[in-house]
């Protein structure tokens, strides 16, 4: 069961973690970069039950389910375009980005998490240690490509994975998102 968060904390940073910096460089060299109308404009998904708030661009929906593989339990929201092309789902197939939210029972760091999670896939890249606001977290490629950050907030892991499958936009979008994150909470 994921707990709620006690208080709301919005981090606004000046300066992007290392390897977020060079994924949007990297995938922004490749072609398409976010319209400055979706750097301006914004939708706030926000959810006290999974303890997490942020912004994303018109055009783009967020989703939350709930996932159980039969010995965990997590929450997951996926930033997805809103018109998905045909043949594709936002589970597979199709730019996306999700965040999972997991219990951190055994108080690991993001990089014990990273290193101990049956979820995470070899390291294409070397593991970036930094802070997302005031939270620890790391970030890494994976082999396939796909860019992953953890980050541990008052207990749980927070899981970002971005699948841009060639999407450049995708990259602005998860600079965006992580820069306006905030845990709210349902309740005193």
Same mark, same amino acid.
């Given at each position: 069961?994921?707990?709620? @968060?006690?208080?709301?904390?919005?981090?606004?940073?000046?300066?992007?973690?290392?390897?977020?910096?060079?994924?949007?460089?990297?995938?922004?060299?490749?072609?398409?970069?976010? %319209?400055?109308?979706?750097?301006?404009? =914004?939708?706030?998904?926000?959810?006290?039950?999974?303890?997490?708030?942020?912004?994303? %661009? /018109?055009?783009? =929906?967020?989703?939350?389910?709930?996932?159980?593989?039969? !010995?965990?339990? $997590?929450?997951?929201?996926?930033?997805?375009?809103?018109?998905? @092309?045909?043949?594709?789902? !936002?589970?597979?197939?199709? @730019?996306?980005? !999700?965040?999972?939210?997991?219990?951190?029972?055994?108080? $690991?760091? %993001?990089?014990? $998490?990273?290193?101990?999670?049956?979820?995470?896939? /070899?390291?294409?890249?070397?593991?970036?240690?930094?802070?997302?606001?005031?939270? %620890?977290?790391?970030?890494?490629?994976?082999?396939?490509?796909?860019?992953?950050?953890?980050?541990?907030?008052?207990?749980?892991?927070?899981?970002?994975?971005?699948?841009?499958?060639?999407?450049?936009?995708?990259?602005?979008?998860?600079?965006?998102? !992580?820069?306006?994150?905030?845990? @709210?909470?349902?309740? /005193?």
């Amino acid at each position: 069961m994921i707990h709620r @968060p006690s208080r709301t904390r919005t981090f606004r940073y000046g300066r992007a973690l290392a390897a977020g910096l060079l994924l949007a460089a990297a995938l922004s060299s490749a072609g398409a970069t976010a %319209p400055a109308s979706a750097v301006q404009q =914004s939708n706030r998904y926000s959810s006290g039950h999974v303890g997490l708030a942020f912004d994303y %661009p /018109p055009g783009y =929906s967020a989703d939350l389910s709930h996932e159980n593989d039969g !010995t965990h339990q $997590w929450h997951m929201v996926t930033v997805h375009k809103a018109q998905m @092309p045909a043949g594709t789902s !936002t589970t597979a197939g199709a @730019p996306r980005i !999700t965040i999972c939210v997991f219990e951190n029972e055994r108080k $690991w760091s %993001p990089r014990e $998490w990273i290193h101990s999670s049956e979820r995470a896939l /070899p390291s294409a890249s070397p593991i970036v240690e930094g802070n997302l606001g005031a939270d %620890p977290s790391v970030s890494y490629d994976d082999s396939s490509g796909v860019h992953h950050l953890a980050l541990l907030h008052d207990g749980l892991i927070y899981y970002f994975s971005v699948y841009s499958q060639g999407d450049g936009a995708l990259a602005q979008v998860f600079k965006n998102l !992580t820069a306006t994150i905030a845990y @709210p909470t349902d309740g /005193p």
